[in-house]
C-alpha cells in the first residue's frame, strides 16, 4: 500500500520576495514620513521651549502644564467636544435613513443615489461651507425665505455666528463621510436573516430592532469615529459661520502656529487633542467589540 506524501509548499523565489517589497515601498515610505516622521515632529516641537526659533530651544514640560492647568483650553477642548458629539450625533441620525433607504429599497437607483451622495466631494469644503454662510446671513436665503413667508418681519442674526451654525455646518459637509459605512454595514446583512425573522412572525420593526440595528452598528460606530475625529480639531467652519462662544481647539492651535508663532505650545496643544481623541477611538473600539461579540 502506497502512502501519500504530502507536498512540501515551494520556497518563494528571490523574484516575488524583490517585487513584494517593491510594492510595499511606497507606502512604507509614505507611512514614516507623513505619519510617523511628522507625529514625530510634533511631540519634539511640543516637549520644546519657545525662543522664536522654527524648533525651539531646550527640552521642557512647561507647555503641558500650560495646557493642563490653564482653564480657557479646558474650556474650549470640552466645547470642542460638545459640538463634535453634537455633529456626530445629528450626522449619523440622519445618515442612517438615507444608508437604509440605499440598501434595501433603492433597488435600480442605487448606483444614481450613491453618485449623488458622493457629488459633493466633487466641490471645495470651503465653497460648502461659505454656502451655508450665504444661507445664514443677516440678509441670507433663510432670513428673506422667513420674511417672504410672513413669519418675521425683520432680518435676525440669531442664525449666523453661533454654535448651531458650527454644528449644522459640519454636519453637512461630513454626511457623506456617515452614509456610506451605514450603508456598507446595512448592505452586508444577509436578506435570509431578515426573511427568517419575517417567517418567525417579527414585525418590520422588530426586524430592524432585532436583526439590522445590531448588525449595523459596526458601521454606525466607524461613521460616528470618522464625523468626530476631524470635527473636533475643525478651525475653518468656526471662523465663518461661529462667533467668540464657538471657538474650538483647532481655533487656538492655528493661532499658536500662525499669529502668535508659539509653535512648541501649538503642538502641545496638538498632542493634548491628540490623546483626548485617542481615548475616544478606544472606547469606539471597546464598543465595537461588544455589539461584535453580541451579534
Not at 29 to 41: H, K, Q, R, S
Not at 105 to 117: K, S, T
Not at 255 to 264: L, M
Amino acid at each position: 500500500m502506497s502512502t501519500i506524501v504530502a507536498r512540501q509548499p515551494l520556497p518563494e523565489s528571490r523574484s516575488s520576495t524583490g517585487f513584494r517589497l517593491a510594492m510595499l515601498l511606497p507606502g512604507g515610505l509614505v507611512t514614516f514620513f507623513l505619519i510617523l516622521f511628522a507625529l514625530g515632529l510634533v511631540v519634539f516641537l511640543a516637549l520644546r521651549g519657545n525662543d522664536g526659533s522654527l524648533l525651539g530651544a531646550g527640552f521642557t514640560f512647561a507647555n503641558f502644564i500650560t495646557v493642563a492647568s490653564d482653564p480657557l483650553y479646558w474650556t474650549v477642548t470640552l466645547r470642542s467636544l460638545a459640538i463634535a458629539g453634537l455633529v456626530t450625533l445629528a450626522t449619523v441620525v440622519t445618515a442612517y435613513p438615507v444608508a437604509y433607504y440605499l440598501a434595501f429599497h433603492a433597488g435600480r437607483r442605487r448606483g444614481l443615489l450613491l453618485f449623488l451622495v458622493t457629488l459633493p466631494f466633487w466641490t471645495s469644503y470651503l465653497l460648502r461651507v461659505f454656502a451655508w454662510k450665504i444661507v445664514l446671513a443677516y440678509n441670507g436665503v433663510l432670513n428673506s425665505a422667513l420674511i417672504e413667508s410672513g413669519i418675521w418681519s425683520e432680518p435676525t442674526l440669531a442664525f449666523l455666528n453661533t454654535p448651531a451654525a458650527v454644528v449644522v455646518t459640519l454636519a453637512h459637509a461630513y454626511a457623506p463621510f456617515a452614509i456610506l459605512p451605514i450603508y456598507v454595514a446595512l448592505d452586508t446583512i444577509p436578506k435570509s436573516l431578515l426573511e427568517a425573522a419575517s417567517d418567525l412572525g417579527a414585525r418590520p420593526f422588530t426586524s430592524f430592532r432585532r436583526v439590522v440595528l445590531p448588525n449595523s452598528m459596526p458601521g454606525v460606530l466607524a461613521a460616528a469615529l470618522v464625523v468626530f475625529v476631524p470635527t473636533v480639531g475643525d478651525y475653518v467652519t468656526p471662523a465663518l459661520v461661529g462667533g467668540p462662544a464657538s471657538t474650538m481647539i483647532g481655533t487656538l492651535i492655528q493661532a499658536q502656529f500662525g499669529k502668535a508663532n508659539d509653535w512648541p505650545f501649538g503642538a502641545a496643544l496638538a498632542v493634548a487633542v491628540m490623546l483626548v481623541i485617542l481615548a475616544v477611538v478606544l472606547v469606539v473600539r471597546f464598543a465595537d467589540r461588544r455589539f461584535g461579540s453580541r451579534t
